[in-house]
C-alpha cells in the first residue's frame, strides 16, 4: 500500500514537472497574439469628425456603398434623435408612398421604398411601425479615414 501510495505521488509530480516545462517554453508577445500584428493593448481611436452641415433639402443623394444596400442619409440627423415610434422626425420627409418610383425633382426627398410599408387589401400603403429606427440600417455619413484598413471593391 505504501509503495502504491509513493508511486501515484511519483507520477502526480513527474506530470506536474512535465506540464511546467512544457508550459515555460511557449511565450508570446501581445504583438503575436490574434490575426492582427499590433499589441492587443494597440486601442485605436478615431479622429473627431463633423457631420456635412447641408440642409435636408439640399442634400445630394450619395452612392450606394454595394449593391441593394439602403442609402445613405447625405444630412446631419443629431437633432432627430433619439428616433422613437412615437417620435420620428424622418418621416416628415420620407413617408410619401405616392412618390414611390416616380422622378423626383431637386429638393424632393426619397420616399421610403414599399417594404417599409404594409399594404391593405385595397392597395393602401400605411407606415409598418416594425421600421422606425431609421438609422439602424441608413447611416449618417462623414468624410472620415477607415479606423481599420479596407480593400472591399465591387
Do not use: W
Request: proline letters at 8%.
Amino acid at each position: 500500500m505504501k509503495t502504491t501510495m509513493m508511486a501515484i505521488l511519483a507520477a502526480g509530480a513527474l506530470t506536474l514537472t512535465y506540464g511546467v516545462l512544457q508550459a515555460a517554453e511557449m511565450t508570446q508577445t501581445d504583438d503575436q497574439m490574434g490575426l492582427s500584428k499590433t499589441s492587443v493593448y494597440d486601442d485605436p481611436s478615431p479622429d473627431v469628425f463633423e457631420y456635412p452641415a447641408t440642409k435636408p433639402a439640399a442634400a445630394i443623394a450619395l452612392p450606394r456603398a454595394y449593391s441593394g444596400a439602403p442609402p445613405q442619409v447625405p444630412h446631419k440627423v443629431d437633432s432627430y434623435l433619439p428616433i422613437t415610434s412615437r417620435k420620428n422626425q424622418c418621416l416628415t420627409c420620407h413617408d410619401d408612398p405616392g412618390m414611390i418610383g416616380k422622378v423626383r425633382g431637386k429638393g424632393i426627398a426619397t420616399p421610403m421604398p414599399e417594404s417599409h410599408y404594409h399594404k391593405a387589401d385595397n392597395g393602401n400603403l400605411t407606415f409598418s411601425d416594425t421600421r422606425y429606427v431609421c438609422v439602424q440600417c441608413h447611416t449618417p455619413q462623414a468624410d472620415v479615414k477607415d479606423l481599420v484598413g479596407n480593400t472591399f471593391t465591387q
